[in-house]
């Protein structure tokens, strides 16, 4: 076997122009520079949008019809306006669990399993970069989706349009803890299979717990519900269907959703992390 | 053939490989039951890999290349030992990796969904190109590579040589002075592999770029690289130019027979070789001392054995021939 023998430190100082540059004395090269986060962000975010338009239009229609069609089959059994109100709102809640959850963390998943994770492991990025991108673009993408469902909510069930501005918010903050916690799940679980499963709970959960109308609820579901990060979302759209919108409310319900959105978001960094540092 | 002439004007040492030492259980689980014997991936791997060269990993798939690579670009932590790349240690701090060298892996999911010209544009914002730096560059490098055609397709709607290909893109950009590539010509045709080691070429007489590429691969070894590490079962069993790796096999060749039907056996000739050959299919591979492969030559062309003969080659020694001489499992290089 042939060693070839260690290059003195001597030879470093004949560097071929563009190589980088060498700082004369120490043997180490200038390292290139990272990619900084908001630019990485904005370029991770632009990719997975476009991502997202070519992959997942079929299955935003999906999730649009679904919401649609359970509040249709709600309207038969819904006899109060007040349970209306959970209806609609946790109907239009549910297309940003069904992207945003769901969907994200499948496809954390599937990067995870198909060794996708190196390509980003091996670019000077910060793993926040990549999954706020993600996330912010699989959260965006259910924009539509969220608005024609609670429009369509409001004629099937004579609620007021008027507060319905309030999706501005309420759809980028529980957007934000369900992709965070999406990418979370896909990120964490060591199979494909898992992450997969783990995203499809979720959305259940949201399903059960955020459309059914609480007061109905046994009391271990109800604090299950009250863990659920999409439900503060849901209460916060539903309080501004009253006549006389308790803002104070709505305002504590979007705080509580931005903070979870906060958690999720950093525990899905550190997940990822960990995930492309096996 | 390349003689060992590259070893005289040696520049200064890019990665540094010492005593790495990388293994697997078997059971990749963490949770799993009793494991299974663990595997030595890499078993004290020592190499130095120098400026401006097109450096070489051979060896059948299983042997341990990705996994050394995978260690020198900062992806998988070693047991023991170090890399040095650049003067940078990347065991200590493997995030540097990632602002020294641009790495090819075998996988493409991150860009699967995204067309040719948005995943090279992508790759080169995250290599931290400003926006037009990175359109520039994803320009230059389309037209390099002959990708305008493909630009506006996503990667998944491509052939598997042409997605390689755009692969192969994204790691152009935003320059660095090294370029790990694992296998990166796997199933390209000709024009494409032109493209590859054209684009290659032309960064390392500019730019003194230096090539880490792992192929098993013989003939595509034999071309393009200046020195080649044979790898197996984890273990660097030798390191030479691939000229000097075949003169330590030049005293023999290599005889290839392919008979019509089946071998005929009741030759004496034919039956003497029997032993020396691998047989595969109707194809017999023997490595002779080059007097004996003239003699079965004479016996195989002649009489009956030539009547069963449906062709025959005679060659001086290759790679592989030197991979099966220095005691490497055969199965798995490929010659194409």
Redesign the interface.
Known sequence: ???????AVA??G???????ERDGY????T??????LL??L???Y??QL??AR??RIPLLFVATFQSVGIMVLMRGVVDSTEEARAVVSGSSVLVVAFVALNLLAQYFG??RA????????????PPA?VVLGAAGAYASFTVPGTVVTALVGCGLFQLPMANLWVLAAVLPLAGAALSGLGAFLGLLA?RQELATLCGQLGMSAALLLGVLPAERMPTVIGYARDLLPSTYGVEALSRTFEPHPDWFAVGADLGVCAAVGLLSLALATWAFRRA??? | MRTGAKQADRGETVCAVRDLVKTYPAMRGRRGAAQAPAVRASDGITLDVHRGEIFGLLGPNGAGKSTLVRQLTGLLRPDAGSVRILGHDVVRHPERAARLLGYLGQESTALDEMTVSLAVETTGRLRGLDPRRARAERDAILGELGLEELAGRPLKKLSGGQRRLACFATVLTGERPLLVLDEPTTGMDPVARRAVWAAVDRRRAERGATVLLVTHNVLEAESVLDRVAVIDRGQLIACDTPGGLKERVSDEVRLELVWRDRPPLDVPEVAALRSAARASGRRWTLRLPADEARAAVAAVTSGAAFAALDDFTLATPSLEDVYLALGGRSEGLVKA
């Open positions: 076997m042939s060693v070839v023998p260690v290059q030879e470093a004949a560097v071929p122009p563009g190589a980088g120490g043997p180490a090269a390292l290139a520079p990272r990619a900084r630019p990485a904005g370029a991770v632009r990719a476009s991502r070519v992959a599937q990067l198909g060794g996708g994770l190196d390509h980003y492991a091996t670019l000077p990025v970069a060591p492309a540092s096996r």
